[in-house]
């Protein structure tokens, strides 16, 4: 291989637009690239989307040496799915936390892998193991399995052999684990104080799992561990996490992907994105993401590529890389199970099968959980005024079906900021009016509100969506129901059971509520 065909394939990248854009073709045909990764922003349709990995599939046939792409994307589940339109709706990996049922986690790598399949995606960046042990882990929670190490890695296989099953190349992250992080690596480099000896009996334990089971991928994580390294390097840039613990220690001989490299848990450390790529690959990563800009790749390439005809551990290091890309892709990628590299997708009608839509439900049914339960089953009187509040639209859509006369207010939400003060001015003296106020709560933007709503607070019930973690701050809430998804199966599920069509089985997957206030 050249240099450029050699560079090329540890290269994963992200692309503008609703079809491959003429700078992404260049990479595939020029530059061997090793990967392509789909956004929501790539995917106007279904359709549209799997003729534009087929093109894309197609330019890199006509290559010198024919190597087919990674085509990768989130489709996590519940929270994260970045592939949506007319994909299944699941309600995610803590609600299988809920349910602690292994067959439940493996239909649902399956089903999700089949529809990936039928698009031309061949890998998936899940599962993600990390395990939920802080609270504010906010952008973790829901994506987690449990606060347990050994119920997210029983949850965790059985996800893996469903994908696998549907010839979907799984990836597991975010190593060394992200879920005891107070902040979101896409903005800051997270502090851990971890041990390592904490480090190898807790985040570890799900990928010693995975490993044994033959897991081909793993992604990096831009996370700091002081207590463990004496400095701030991340752990994606560095040889001891990736090369001596995942691949010495845990014996991992698949490849490694750095999560995104434009992230602040990489540009916080104080790196550029092209000298960040040269320390990763150095420290054993095998491929290098870089999603959103078109400058920071081109910049990335003329870097690496002059720093590989200069060093001979750097190329050294890119050979090695590319010989166990070649062998993921020669395992998955060929054979009678492989993901079609041409997909033809003509028409979207049965795309998610029945079959599937039945189970996402009863799934979402199973893991409901009784958090407190003074008012559970819910029976309300003949002219009971109720008002549901909520930031989701399925939640008062799904409300609305099963009280007909029920009044909604429903408000915006932004991730990043807390509450406006004059929408919850407004909506405190719209609850004024009734006897029961349904509240959902999902994040620390609805937790403002329900706050505010304090002084109703014998007329408030909750249903929780997402991590079920913001009821602690709310002790004086005597009706809580947690549903963990935010789809309208999960809405409705929830609802059912509020109103006693089933009593709630699930069991909370996070140590951190306290337990004592389950009734």
Not at 109 to 126: D, P, S
Not at 145 to 157: C, G, T
Request: net charge positive; glycine share 8%; hydrophobic share 40%.
């Amino acid at each position: 291989m050249s240099d450029e065909e050699l560079l090329g394939q540890v290269f994963f990248l992200g692309y503008l637009g609703k079809t491959p854009s003429s700078i992404i073709k260049n990479w595939i045909t020029d530059r061997g690239v090793g990967g392509v990764k789909i956004f929501s922003r790539n995917v106007k349709n279904l359709p549209m989307l799997a003729a534009g990995i087929s093109q894309m599939q197609e330019l890199a046939s006509r290559t010198r040496f024919g190597i087919p792409l990674f085509i990768a994307t989130d489709q996590e589940g519940g929270w994260v799915r970045h592939i949506k339109f007319e994909t299944s709706i699941t309600p995610g990996n803590l609600a299988l936390g809920a349910e602690r049922l292994p067959r439940d986690s493996y239909l649902t790598g399956y089903y999700i892998g089949m529809e990936l399949r039928k698009l031309g995606i061949n890998m998936n960046f899940a599962p993600t193991i990390d395990v939920y042990t802080n609270p504010k882990a906010s952008v973790i929670g829901p994506r987690s399995f449990s606060s347990d190490p050994v119920e997210a890695a029983v949850l965790a296989v059985p996800y893996f052999k469903g994908m696998q099953k549907a010839g979907i190349i799984s990836t597991a992250k975010h190593f060394p684990g992200h879920g005891n992080a107070d902040k979101d690596s896409h903005g800051f480099l997270p502090i851990i104080h971890t041990s390592l000896k904490t480090l190898n009996e807790r985040e570890l334990v799900p990928y010693r799992f995975l490993i044994n089971e033959g897991l081909s991928a793993i992604m990096s994580g831009h996370l700091a561990f002081p207590d463990i390294l004496g400095n701030n390097t991340p752990a994606s840039l560095s040889p001891f996490f990736i090369t001596d613990l995942l691949r010495k220690k845990l014996g991992f001989t698949g490849i490694v992907i750095t999560d995104d490299m434009e992230m602040g848990g990489v540009i916080r450390a104080g790196e550029t994105t092209p000298t960040a790529c040269r320390k990763a690959i150095l420290a054993g990563n095998d491929m290098i993401l870089i999603s959103h800009s078109p400058s920071a790749q081109e910049n990335t390439h003329t870097y690496l590529l002059r720093i590989l005809k200069q060093d001979v551990n750097f190329r050294a290091a890119v050979k090695k890389a590319v010989k166990k890309i070649l062998i993921v892709k020669m395992h998955y990628l060929k054979g009678d199970n492989a993901v079609p590299l041409k997909p033809e997708l003509k028409s979207v009608k049965g795309f998610s099968t029945g079959r599937a839509d039945k189970f996402f439900f009863n799934a979402a049914c199973r893991s409901v959980t009784l958090i407190r339960g003074a008012q559970v089953p819910f029976k309300p009187a003949k002219r009971e005024k109720i008002l549901l509040v909520g930031q989701y639209e399925d939640f008062l859509k799904e409300g609305l079906l099963r009280f007909k006369k029920a009044d909604t207010y429903y408000y915006r939400f932004s991730p990043f900021y807390h509450a406006d003060p004059d929408e919850i001015s407004r909506i405190t003296a719209k609850a004024a009016d009734y006897s029961t106020i349904i509240f959902c709560l999902a994040n620390f933007n609805s937790l403002d509100v329900l706050k505010a709503l304090k002084k109703y607070k014998k007329n408030i019930i909750v249903i929780s969506a997402l991590t079920p973690v913001y009821l602690r701050e709310v002790p004086w809430v005597k009706t809580a129901i947690a549903v963990y998804g935010r789809g309208r199966n999960s809405f409705r599920a929830g609802f059912a059971a509020l109103l006693g069509d089933f009593t709630p089985g699930g069991k909370l997957p996070i140590n951190f509520l306290d337990v004592s206030e389950q009734k």
